[in-house]
Nanobody, 123 residues
């Protein structure tokens, strides 16, 4: 089993920045890739970005490309989501997730999920 704990959410004005962290514990050797997803009220959970554990592959949703960056610290088993130039439409609960087999945009690929952290961007 893998446990994931997100932190770093909060309230920020439009144009501001936040950095989310996701610390993994347990059988982290099983992790192949990490993803960030978000869910706004009344909407489905959507892929934001992800990275494989080796760092050789990362990808982002078009809506965040150029503004969000994922990085990882394998020694700390932690993945970060740096969010810049935030917009009100970025407001959502942000979840990190871990996949054991492959990296993809699909929710069903991910085996473990954190509890989420709220990000609110005011206009």
């Amino acid at each position: 089993q893998v446990q994931l704990v997100e932190s770093g959410g909060g309230l920020v004005q439009a144009g501001g920045s936040l950095r989310l962290s996701c610390e993994a514990s347990g059988r982290t050797v099983d992790i192949y890739a990490m993803g960030w997803f978000r869910q706004a009220p009344g909407k489905e959970r959507e892929f934001v970005g992800g990275i494989n554990w080796s760092g050789s592959n990362e990808d982002y949703a078009d809506s965040v490309k150029g503004r969000f960056t994922i990085s990882r610290d394998n020694a700390k088993s932690t993945v970060y989501l740096q969010m810049n130039s935030l917009k009100p439409e970025d407001t959502a609960v942000y979840f990190c997730a871990a996949a054991r087999r492959r990296f993809s945009w699909s929710r069903v690929t991910y085996d473990y999920w954190g509890q989420g952290t709220q990000v609110t961007v005011s206009s």
